[in-house]
C-alpha cells in the first residue's frame, strides 16, 4: 500500500492563502489524495473548521482516513468523483461553501506505487482507472480503439504531434497489455530528445481518456459555482495546458457581465457574472518548491471568488449553516 510520506502537496501554502482559510470555515478538498492539503485547511479553520474530502481512489480514501481521524467530526472523505461534487454535498446538508479546491491529475503515490499503470517508469498492467469501480481502462482503449479514434485521442489529449504514427504502430503491434511494452513501442516510433520521455504525453492522453478528467472537470466547475457562498473561494491547481485552459476560460467566463459576440447592438445573453477573479494570472511554483518538489514545475494555481447577485464586495455575514453530517453549526462570517 502506498504511504502518506510518498506525496508532497503541491503549492501548499499558495493554495491555503487562495481559499482564505479561517477558522469556523466549510471547505471541500475534490481531489483529496494522500490529505496534505486537506489537512493544511482544517488546522488553519480550527476551531470550528470542517471539511468534506472527495477521491475516486480507494487507497488514497482510506490513507487520507487514517490521517484526519485526529480531527474527528470535523472531517470527512468520501470515495466519490468530483463530478458528483452537487449531490454529495447535498446528501450531507454541506452548504454554502466557504472555499472548494481542486488539486487536478495524480499524487505522486499513484505514480509510483499504485501498480495501475499511471507511469511507463514501472511495469504494471494498462490500467490506468482511478477507481476499479470504472469500466474503461487504458487496455481496451490500446487494443480496442481504431486506429482513427487512437490517433484523434492522442492528439486532444495529449497535444501529441506523432499521433498518426504512434497509432498505426499501436494497432500493428497488438495486443499490448502492459506499461513497457506500451513506452518501448512509443519510443520506437518517436525518438527521445532530452529528459522528457518520448511516452509521456500518450500516457498522458490514455490517462485523460480513462478517467473523462476534462469532462468530469467542466461539470465539476458548473456545479462548484452554485455552492458556494458569498466570496466563496475556488481554487485550481493544473498541471498541464488542457486543465488550465479549462480552468482559465470558465473562470474568465464566469467573472464577465456579458458574453454575447462582439458586435451586437445589444446585450442578448442576459448572462451574470458569479466569480471576481482574484488574480488575474496563474500562480506557479517558487524555485525553491520546484528543486524540492520536481512535480511541482507544471503547476498553476488560479483562483477566484463567488459573488451573488446584490451582495457588496466587503466580507458580508452569511447564515449559520448545520450540516447533517458533523451535528455541529459553522460560523459563517
Not at 470535523?74 to 454535498?89: G, K
Not at 509510483?112 to 499511471?118: D, M, P, Q, R, V
Not at 486532444?156 to 499490448?176: C, D, F, K, L, M
Not at 448572462?271 to 511541482?296: C, D, F, G, T, Y
Amino acid at each position: 500500500m502506498a504511504t502518506l510520506t510518498a506525496h508532497i502537496p503541491v503549492l501548499l501554502k499558495e493554495s491555503i492563502e487562495a481559499l482564505a482559510v479561517r477558522p469556523g470555515g466549510r471547505y471541500v478538498d475534490c481531489t483529496v489524495g494522500a490529505g496534505g492539503h486537506a489537512e493544511a485547511i482544517l488546522r488553519r479553520s480550527e476551531p470550528g473548521g470542517q471539511l468534506l474530502g472527495f477521491d475516486a481512489d480507494p487507497v488514497a480514501v482510506e490513507l487520507t482516513q487514517e490521517r484526519l481521524k485526529t480531527f474527528g467530526a470535523a472531517s470527512l472523505i468520501v470515495n466519490e468523483n468530483f463530478s458528483n461534487l452537487s449531490r454529495v454535498c447535498a446528501e450531507n446538508a454541506f452548504t454554502p461553501l466557504n472555499g472548494i479546491l481542486f488539486d487536478l491529475g495524480m499524487s505522486s503515490m499513484q505514480l509510483g506505487e499504485s501498480g495501475h499503470g499511471f507511469s511507463f517508469q514501472h511495469d504494471a498492467p494498462l490500467d490506468m482507472r482511478f477507481s476499479p469501480d470504472q469500466k474503461l481502462s487504458a487496455s481496451d482503449i490500446v487494443n480496442d480503439f481504431s486506429e482513427a479514434e487512437l490517433a484523434r485521442m492522442l492528439y486532444e489529449y495529449g497535444e501529441e504531434s506523432n499521433s498518426r504514427q504512434i497509432a498505426s504502430a499501436i494497432v500493428r503491434s497488438r495486443p499490448i497489455y502492459t506499461t513497457e511494452q506500451l513506452a518501448v513501442l512509443v519510443e520506437s516510433v518517436v525518438p527521445r530528445h532530452g529528459r522528457i520521455h518520448p511516452a509521456t504525453k500518450t500516457f498522458q492522453a490514455l490517462r485523460i481518456a480513462v478517467n473523462a478528467e476534462l469532462e468530469n472537470l467542466e461539470k465539476a466547475l458548473l456545479q462548484a459555482i452554485q455552492l458556494l457562498g458569498h466570496e466563496g473561494r475556488l481554487v485550481v491547481i493544473s498541471y498541464h495546458s488542457l486543465e488550465d485552459r479549462i480552468v482559465k476560460n470558465f473562470m474568465r467566463r464566469e467573472a464577465t457581465e456579458c458574453i454575447c459576440p462582439p458586435g451586437l447592438p445589444q446585450c442578448v445573453c442576459c448572462h451574470k457574472s458569479q466569480l471576481r477573479l482574484v488574480s488575474r494570472h496563474a500562480i506557479v511554483p517558487s524555485l525553491a518548491e520546484e528543486k524540492a518538489n520536481p512535480r511541482s514545475r507544471s503547476a498553476r494555481l488560479r483562483v477566484a471568488e463567488r459573488i451573488l447577485s446584490g451582495k457588496k464586495s466587503a466580507r458580508a455575514k452569511r447564515p449559520t449553516g448545520f450540516g447533517k453530517l458533523f451535528g455541529t453549526s459553522l460560523n459563517m462570517n
